[in-house]
C-alpha cells in the first residue's frame, strides 16, 4: 500500500485490560495505523456469568464510569475517535445520549441482543442520536456472544431506520453470513435515497466477520454489484484496545488482495481506508 494512504481503523473494542494509552500509540504505529475508532466497554446486559452458554463479555461497568473513560482515552491523543456503546432498553438511554454528546463522544455503539433495532424504543434512541448528528456504529450478522442472538442482527431488520431523519450508520462486518441480503438491503437505501423518500445514510463496515474464505467473494460483489457503493464502504479490524499490529496487517494485507482483485484502483482505496470514515463521523 503506498505510504500516503491514511488508515482509519473504524471497529476497535475497549478490552477489559487494555495496553496503556503509550503502549496503543506505539502499537498503532506498527501496524500503520493512523487512527481509530475506540468502541467503549459494554453494558450490563451484556454480562453473565462465566462459562454459561459461551460467555464472552466481562462484568458491567456503570455508564458513567465506560463514558468518562471512552472521554480519557481520546483525550491523550487525536488519534482515538470515542464512541459509546449504547443499549437503547436501558431506562436512562436518553439520558446516556446527552450526557455522551456533551462529553464530546464522536458516535454510538450498539448491538441488538434482546430487541429488533426496529423496534419502537430503539427507534426513538436512534433518533435521539441522530438529532444530536451523531453516527452509529452497529453489529450486523451472526452474533457469538452470551445468548441467541443473531436473529436480532439480520440486515432487513434495519430497514426501518431509513425512516429516521439524517441518521447516518453502519452495519458491521458486511452482516456475515447474510453479505448477499445487506447489499440488497443497501440497495434499498440507495433506491430510496435516490428517489427522495429518506434523508438517512447508510454505510458498510467490512469489519471481519466475513472469514478469509470469503473475503475475495464479498469484496467483488460490493465493487461488482452495480451499487454506488464506493463513499459509503469503511475499514475495521475488530481489534482490541490491546492492539495487534501483527493482526492489523493481516487484515490489511487481505483486504488489499481482495481489493485488487475486486479492480478497485488508488482513489477507491484512499476512500475506503480513511475518507469514508471521516465522512461517516462528520456527515
Known sequence: MEETIMIIDCHVHTSPAPQSKEELIKRLDIAGIDRIVLLSYHPASFYREANVDGAIFGKPVSPAAVLAQAIEWAAFSERIIPFFWIDPLEEDAFDQVDKAVSAGIAGFKAISNRCFPGDER??????????????????????????????????????????????????????????????????????????????????????????????????????????????????????????????????????????????????????????????????
Open 122 to 283: 430503539p427507534m426513538q434512541v436512534w433518533e435521539r442520536i441522530a438529532q444530536a448528528n451523531k453516527p452509529i456504529l452497529f453489529h450486523s450478522g451472526i452474533l457469538y456472544g452470551n445468548g441467541p442472538w443473531s436473529k436480532y442482527n439480520r440486515p432487513v431488520g434495519f430497514e426501518p431506520l431509513f425512516e429516521i431523519p439524517n441518521l447516518r450508520f453502519a452495519l458491521a462486518h458486511v452482516s456475515w453470513p447474510w453479505c448477499d441480503e445487506c447489499l440488497a438491503v443497501y440497495g434499498f437505501w440507495q433506491n430510496r435515497k435516490n428517489n427522495g423518500t429518506t434523508s438517512a445514510e447508510m454505510f458498510i463496515d467490512t469489519t471481519p466477520g466475513t472469514p478469509r474464505i470469503y473475503r475475495r467473494e464479498v469484496f467483488g460483489k460490493i465493487f461488482g454489484i452495480g451499487y454506488d457503493i464506493e463513499d459509503n464502504l469503511i475499514f475495521g479490524t475488530d481489534c482490541s484496545s490491546s492492539y495487534s499490529p501483527d493482526y492489523a496487517k493481516e487484515i490489511i494485507a487481505m483486504d488489499n488482495d481482495a481489493l485488487g482483485n475486486a479492480g478497485a484502483g488508488p482513489e477507491q482505496r484512499e476512500k475506503y481506508y480513511g475518507k469514508n470514515i471521516l465522512r461517516f463521523l462528520n456527515g
